[in-house]
């Protein structure tokens, strides 16, 4: 796996370029937009991780250029110190695949590198049963097994549950969730999507004792993130 | 009152007035005297010839002469009688009264030659008032002479109240029930024709007197009484003719005032002969009946009163004297159809109504005109009004004269307001009702040779704001309900100045939409100001947070030594201080836009969020809610913030292994429903001095300040305003049991419909 990592900062490269490398990946990094722009037009990579604020190009120029010059574009994670909720949806919408702002713990970062890398999502959605952490769900039976004990959750919750512990680490836009778990995108039904993922957070005790935290982003979606250090 | 109102008041008293008076006049008949010289004139013009088939027999001053002084003897007549006998006229009126007897062998003579004449008509007349209280008495000739006449007739005179006769009345009683006594010459005619006349037919009752034109005096044949007695004259010239006898000398009193224009007198053996005359041709002229004369009368004032309303003065005038005209030959006229129109009350309410109506009119619009401008001195206008300096003059000059001025101030005060306008320091224009544009200030139009009078507004703005703006402008304009948060509108005009754009209604005294004023201040600087706050704010958020960022990305490839772990700390505060400060710096920078936040998972958001924080010192944070999915409405990014804040205080504040309580309820305050928010530590609490100043800017313990936990300061002065913006509460306190609880309120999203699922 490549990974391009474009940051102003030489210390933030040399920081996410240690993580990458842990992961097993190798990375090249560029100090502003331009000279990513021209690797990304003579190379190929897996993943791209921008900072928004450099010389040369933005993040967000590079994020637009990107999707008319890069075929076969590859997942990109917005990281900089831009925190309002605004630019959060804004990037998002825009296209990226995730959205970090920084300082993050470099294990978060690592999760959320993997979580976009991660292949056959949908495969793994055959299998009769799923191990996440300390939670194993049943496909057949719809339940949670979980600190010894089977929790009951009704198929709304169960097939929410799912989607979210399949893309752990991903942000998923309400949209999707609502078009893949109500098969509906009416924006009526936006307190419902409130109150199902409440039911799963405390039915299953998704919290960092436990190894999970639901992350909601404001403004557009929510994630399931995975704390390596937890339990 | 309006001048509209009055005026019409006024007309309705002067209408009213006018038909009272031409009502009255024409009942009492009170223009008698000069209807009755009218109608002299009007006789005059066309005399009748008369009738050559009567002849008088006048008692004449000759006949005194001859026969000595009167009364004769009866016998004397009896000789007239013999005479008339043997010359054979058609019909003898005799106009001599003999009700009371004489002597007996006279009075037989007399009646043995009476009966002679087999064509002789007495008189009869009536005393009024009657004996023993009836109405009247009749007086007729003595039995004998009775017998002898064919028949009796009276030979009542009728008197005009100018004591002329004009009139006379075929009979005299009551005509419907057949008891009425004919006139002598109408038995005369009756006799000679051999039916009633058929003025006498058309006659409905004999109070209805006829009018009856007068032939030249003197115009009928007569003869004296002493030339016939003394057989002067032929038999043949009274065979076949209606002969009246009666006295004509002056001395005999049988004389009467007639209209024919020389002031003098008639005998009323002349008037019988102009009756029978009147009878004989038909020519009765009818005076007309009350209500046809009423309508006639009224007629041209009405005429006038109507025009009043439609006709200028000058109009009016002549339309008046055409009237007096027109009613005079009305008379005229009618006068050719046998019919008396009396001109003169028709000519008093044409007279009278229009000075009347005149003098009103100018009452009441001298009053208006005063009393406005009396309203319009007492109106507070800073110009002052300009007297009038020139000499007395009438009322009416002077308020005219004062209209004037009037007028010239409100030009004054026209020009003054359309200068004001005109010179404003910032663009200003105002449309009408279609949109056109219909006034334009010096600086709106600037820069537009051919000027902005009447452009359409969309033309207008094409002008000025640069097309980026143009969308939001005009979805601003299309606006019909005035918004209540932010009533206007920013642009950039087309030479990059900046204008925020407000408009107003123009309603008029009655409150009715008839424009627009757009009114453009330029915030060109003002802008510029905002945008370089928002670099700064800009710099603050990102530019600070970077390096603090870079800082803790090389701590964390480190072994956690002691200097390492500080330095972190203060990194970490720094960001903090960074994001309250902006957070704060930008609270009020927009408007509350709010939404639908499931509040029990933002605060455990936030508080999984501080779970490292907790985690390295021990300390556990407790949600326990039982808010049963109660939503607010809020902004996610402040709101959690401020629960970060909160949380992040709780744990700093709690000694190592202690626990941190979040309790989440459904609540009420003032009968609203809240959701409360409390967080609880175990620490050693709020110190007393500082329980008031909590939530100020800046506001952080002292005895805190020197050791390793330190608050950002800003931290809690930020929650307060964001509470503040919900429309929330925030309150500190120590529990008795030690240690602080911050409780915050939030006031409860109304229940919406939950979606199935």
């Given at each position: 796996m490549r990974i391009a990592i474009a940051d102003d900062d030489p210390e933030i490269i040399d920081f996410l370029g240690k993580i990458v490398e842990a992961l097993g990946y190798v990375y090249s990094g560029y100090s502003d937009g331009t000279s990513l722009t021209n690797a990304l037009l003579r190379d190929t990579f897996d993943l791209v991780i921008l900072d928004w604020n450099m010389p040369g190009k933005t993040g967000m120029q590079i994020l637009e250029w990107m999707d008319g010059a890069v075929e076969d574009r590859p997942p990109v994670i917005m990281m900089t110190s831009r925190t309002a909720k605004q630019d959060v949806s804004d990037a998002l919408n825009a296209g990226a695949d995730d959205y970090i702002t920084k300082p993050e713990d470099k294990n978060v970062i690592a999760a959320r590198i993997n979580a976009l890398l991660r292949r056959n999502v949908g495969a793994s959605a055959m299998e009769p049963t799923a191990e996440y952490g300390d939670y194993l769900l049943n496909r057949i039976e719809q339940t949670v097994r979980h600190g010894g004990k089977d929790i009951a959750l009704t198929a709304k919750e169960f097939e929410l549950a799912d989607l979210m512990f399949r893309n752990r680490d991903r942000t998923l836009s309400r949209r999707y969730i609502m078009e893949t778990v109500w098969r509906t995108n009416a924006h009526l039904a936006t307190r419902t999507l409130d109150m199902h993922v409440s039911r799963i957070r405390a039915k299953l005790a998704l919290k960092p004792e436990n190894g999970f935290r639901i992350f909601t982003v404001f403004g557009y979606g929510y994630r399931l993130e995975t704390l390596s250090n937890g339990g | 009152m309006r001048l509209r109102q009055r005026l019409g008041l006024e007309w309705l008293a002067v209408a009213l007035l006018a038909c009272c008076v031409v009502t009255a006049l024409t009942y009492w008949d009170g223009l008698s005297r000069f209807d009755n010289l009218v109608y002299d004139q009007l006789s005059a013009i066309d005399r009748p010839v008369p009738q050559s088939d009567v002849l008088i027999v006048k008692i004449d001053e000759d006949s005194l002469a001859a026969f000595g002084k009167w009364p004769w003897p009866r016998t004397r007549h009896a000789e007239l009688f013999d005479q008339l006998a043997e010359d054979k006229p058609a019909a003898i009126g005799f106009d001599i009264l003999l009700s009371e007897a004489g002597d007996p062998d006279d009075d037989r003579q007399l009646a043995r030659s009476m009966a002679g004449n087999p064509n002789l008509f007495l008189p009869l007349h009536f005393v009024f008032p009657g004996s023993n209280g009836a109405e009247y008495d009749v007086k007729r000739p003595i039995e004998i002479f009775s017998a002898a006449a064919n028949e009796l007739g009276q030979v009542n005179l009728v008197f005009d109240t100018d004591g002329v006769v004009r009139r006379a009345a075929l009979c005299f009683g009551d005509k419907v029930s057949g008891s009425e006594w004919p006139h002598l010459i109408e038995e005369i005619y009756r006799s000679v024709h051999g039916k009633p006349s058929p003025a006498y037919n058309r006659l409905q009752d004999c109070d209805r007197k006829l009018l009856m034109p007068f032939a030249q005096r003197g115009g009928y044949q007569s003869v004296s009484y002493a030339a016939l007695v003394k057989g002067e004259v032929p038999g043949a010239f009274l065979e076949g003719k209606v002969v009246l006898i009666g006295a004509t000398a002056n001395?005999?009193?049988?004389q009467y005032p007639v209209p024919l224009g020389d002031g003098g007198t008639l005998a009323g053996v002349e008037i019988m002969a102009n009756l029978y005359g009147a009878l004989s041709r038909d020519d009765f002229v009818m005076p007309m009946p009350f209500p046809l004369q009423l309508l006639l009368s009224l007629l041209p004032v009405w005429i006038l009163l109507i025009g009043f309303w439609r006709w200028r003065p000058r109009t009016t005038i002549i339309v008046s004297f055409a009237l007096l005209l027109a009613i005079l030959l009305a008379s005229v006229i009618l006068m050719q159809f046998a019919l008396w129109f009396a001109p003169g009350t028709a000519l008093v309410g044409v007279i009278l109504v229009y000075p009347i109506w005149g003098w009103r009119r100018l009452q009441a619009t001298s009053d208006f005109m005063d009393n406005e401008l009396q309203n319009f001195h007492r109106s507070k206008i800073d110009i002052p009004i300009m007297r009038s300096e020139l000499g007395p003059v009438d009322v009416i000059t002077g308020q005219a004269e004062q209209l004037t001025h009037a007028i010239s101030h409100v030009r004054d005060l026209r020009r003054f307001i359309a200068d004001a306008l005109s010179n404003l320091p910032d663009p200003m224009f105002i449309t009408d009702l279609d949109g056109k544009v219909k006034f334009v200030n010096r600086l709106a139009q600037a820069g537009m040779e051919d000027g902005a009078q009447d452009l359409a507004l969309d033309d207008m703005l094409n002008r000025f704001v640069s097309p980026d703006g143009l969308h939001e402008v005009k979805e601003y304009l299309e606006q019909t309900n005035r918004p209540t948060k932010q009533d206007y509108v920013d642009f950039t005009s087309l030479d990059g100045q900046i204008f925020a754009m407000r408009r107003a209604p123009i309603l008029s005294d009655d409150g009715k939409l008839r424009g627009h004023i757009h009114y453009l201040a330029d915030i060109t600087e003002v802008a510029h100001a905002a945008q370089q706050r928002e670099e700064v704010l800009q710099l603050l958020s990102h530019d600070m947070r970077a390096p603090q960022a870079a800082i803790l990305a090389l701590l964390d490839g480190r072994e956690g030594d002691e200097t390492s772990g500080r330095i972190e700390g203060h990194a970490r505060r720094t960001l903090a201080l960074a994001d309250n400060f902006v957070g704060l710096a930008r609270i009020d920078a927009s408007e509350f836009a709010g939404e639908d936040i499931l509040l029990a998972e933002l605060v455990a958001e936030a508080n999984d969020s501080l779970w490292p924080l907790g985690k390295a010192r021990d300390i556990r944070c407790e949600v326990d809610d039982q808010s049963e999915g109660a939503f607010v409405s809020g902004e996610p990014s402040s709101l959690y913030r401020s629960f970060v804040n909160l949380i992040d205080n709780a744990i700093k504040y709690s000694p190592d292994g202690g626990t941190v309580t979040i309790m989440i309820r459904v609540t009420e305050l003032d009968r609203q429903p809240f959701v409360s928010v409390a967080i609880a530590d175990q620490g050693d609490g709020i110190k007393k001095e500082m329980l008031g100043h909590l939530f100020e800017r800046f506001a952080s313990d002292d005895s805190l300040a020197h050791s390793s936990i330190k608050g950002a300061g800003l931290g809690l002065n930020f929650v307060a305003k964001v509470m503040e913006r919900h429309g929330g509460h925030i309150g500190g306190e120590n529990r008795r049991d030690g240690g602080a609880c911050f409780t915050v309120l939030l006031p409860l999203a109304p229940y919406l419909e939950e979606q199935a699922e």
């Open positions: - | 001395g005999l009193g049988d």
